[in-house]
């Protein structure tokens, strides 16, 4: 059975972003299709340029922040969207590539702007499955 899966959990005010994999990166990439589901439609998204992305962060929680951070980052400053993501970490390094395309209004009905990922919730760990599990709040 695969662990790999993204949702989103209720917070006040805000959207709680999960990501669960067999492995850290994977959890992490899913974390990132919640953080993109948060805004519009995966789907709907052609993963059609590669970003390259790297973080450092001296514990997996703190690595994860970095991660969705970066990636709200580049989608402000790109003006993307991201549908595909490719993360190796060892829990203090990520070395990622997410793909993506240019913010078309036409085609991408956008929900909310995401500010920030926040400590609000913030834990990376194994569940009782063995499965990884990645989360946080993210500010809208």
Same mark, same amino acid.
């Given at each position: 059975?695969?662990?790999? !899966? ?33 805004? $519009?439609?995966?789907?709907?998204? !052609?993963?059609? $340029?590669? &970003? ?25 400053? %790109? !003006?993307?969207?991201?549908? %595909?993501?490719?993360?190796? $970490?060892?829990?203090? $390094?990520?070395?990622? +590539? ?6 078309? %209004? ?8 995401? +500010? ?6 913030? !834990? ?13 709040? &993210?500010?809208?």
């Amino acid at each position: 059975m695969s662990c790999a !899966r993204w949702e989103h959990f209720e917070h006040v005010g805000d959207i709680g972003v999960r990501g669960v994999g067999a492995t850290l990166g994977e959890a992490f990439e899913q974390a990132a299709l919640a953080l993109i589901a948060v805004i $519009t439609e995966p789907a709907g998204v !052609r993963g059609e $340029t590669p &970003v390259d992305l790297h973080c450092e962060a001296v514990t997996p929680d703190l690595l994860l922040l970095d991660w969705l951070n970066s990636l709200i980052y580049e989608m402000a400053v %790109r !003006r993307m969207l991201f549908s %595909r993501f490719e993360v190796q $970490t060892d829990a203090a $390094t990520l070395q990622a +590539k997410a793909w993506g395309e240019a913010v078309d %209004r036409a085609r991408h009905e956008l929900a909310v702007e995401v +500010k920030a990922a926040s400590f609000c919730e913030l !834990r990376v760990a194994r569940d009782a499955g063995d499965c990884w599990v990645a989360q946080c709040v &993210v500010d809208v």
